[in-house]
């Protein structure tokens, strides 16, 4: 008799945004003359730079002549992307990153998910709260938790609960709590949170000292504009012996239908087996990389290449001003309304707090029901999220500045 693996019956009902999709929907159905203006999910709506694309239609001809045709790639990436990644996103802030570090992917969320599987399914993980629901779904399925409770946190996990006093950056664990696996994501989603430089040497500190691994998924480090605020964790001095770092072109360059990433694992990077020896983890992932994955597309490689194109960076960052613009109305919308609020100034996400005591669902049903905006329930990305509200600076422009008059004129 087959089986399936039971674990996945401890998730909750739905997927945060599956469900926020059937509730739109339904509401869709029933009011069709009413328009919609989405600012929930982070889908990006403005297309690819046009470096990019020039690049892509290239690649594509690459692959039409016998002479300059690709079949399988290797599975962690062309040199020639890597070289990239090597020199602009890690070289140039002073930081030192090999080639074979870097392991180029389809998307930051699947290796977010898929490196636990590296680790013992006995690893103490801890967790921010509120949370991206990738990091905690995963090793739910994977089997590293019990069931949840009533508040939706899983036996087994280490929620690091934060909010407006500590401007949603956790404290480190207490005594006694040693963690094995620590997640964090800065620039911060769902809040826009940020760490400082001195937040993240604290974090490199404390993993040394607990002999801990840090999964630090930098995909917004595109988005910060305060010189101050460290774009790597590998920035801080001693983070190559106790991180590993995911970065993505999906909200960067507009590749969320495209499909490109990269996660460095820094050679220096080790920890024990069941015997207690030391091992590196830079082989283990690149194991299960290839046993699992044959590549990104090389046409796709190429688009990502000309990122760094003098063209290219200067398209993406014309790209990250017009997603900056629309944080800049939605924050101003809100402090209109005198709705307190964090984040859209270095991160794509404006984090804010549910005016009148509404819990985070109700909020989301008087948001689409009465002015026609889609948004996301804090609720969703945690307990602590509880009260919150995301609403997202990837729409098109006018449809931000109609979407904040209309909450303006619903909720004033």
Request: aromatic share 12%.
């Amino acid at each position: 008799m087959a089986r399936i693996n039971d674990h996945y019956q401890k998730l909750k009902a739905g997927y945060l945004f599956p469900e926020i999709g059937r509730r739109v929907s339904q509401f869709a159905k029933q009011n069709p003359d009413k328009k919609i203006i989405r600012l929930g999910i982070g889908d990006v709506t403005q297309p690819l730079p046009l470096a990019v694309i020039e690049a892509m239609h290239k690649a594509v001809d690459d692959m039409a002549r016998k002479e300059t045709f690709y079949g399988y790639g290797p599975e962690s990436g062309y040199d020639f992307l890597k070289e990239k990644i090597q020199q602009y996103d890690y070289a140039s802030r002073g930081v030192r990153v090999e080639l074979d570090e870097i392991f180029i992917s389809d998307g930051s969320k699947c290796d977010t998910g898929n490196i636990q599987e590296i680790f013992d399914l006995g690893s103490r993980i801890a967790i921010t709260d509120p949370v991206y629901p990738v990091y905690v779904d995963t090793n739910v399925m994977a089997g590293r938790t019990g069931q949840a409770n009533d508040k939706g946190q899983y036996e087994g996990l280490t929620y690091l609960s934060c909010g407006p006093d500590d401007n949603f950056v956790p404290a480190l664990p207490t005594a006694g709590q040693k963690m094995d696996i620590i997640y964090l994501c800065f620039p911060n989603n769902p809040t826009g949170a940020v760490a400082t430089k001195e937040q993240l040497s604290q974090w490199v500190r404390y993993a040394k000292e607990s002999d801990a691994i840090i999964l630090f998924d930098a995909a917004y480090e595109a988005f910060i504009s305060d010189p101050a605020i460290p774009h790597s964790i590998y920035e801080i001095e001693g983070a190559r012996e106790v991180a590993i770092e995911f970065r993505s072109y999906s909200k960067t360059a507009g590749f969320t239908g495209t499909r490109a990433a990269f996660t460095v694992v820094p050679r220096e990077l080790t920890a024990a087996n069941s015997k207690g020896d030391r091992v590196a983890l830079n082989p283990l992932w690149n194991r299960r990389h290839s046993t699992k994955f044959n590549g990104v597309s090389y046409p796709v490689q190429r688009a990502a290449e000309a990122v760094y194109s003098d063209a290219g960076r200067r398209q993406v960052q014309e790209l990250i001003a017009y997603y900056m613009n629309n944080a800049r109305v939605i924050r101003e919308g809100l402090t209109a309304l005198g709705i307190r609020h964090w984040g859209g100034v270095n991160a794509p996400y404006v984090w804010l707090q549910t005016p009148n005591g509404l819990d985070s669902w109700a909020f989301f049903d008087r948001l689409l029901q009465q002015a026609n905006v889609v948004g996301t329930p804090g609720s969703g990305f945690g307990a602590a999220g509880e009260g919150f509200f995301r609403l997202s600076a990837f729409g098109d422009a006018a449809q931000v500045v109609e979407a904040m008059e209309r909450i303006r004129k619903n909720l004033s």
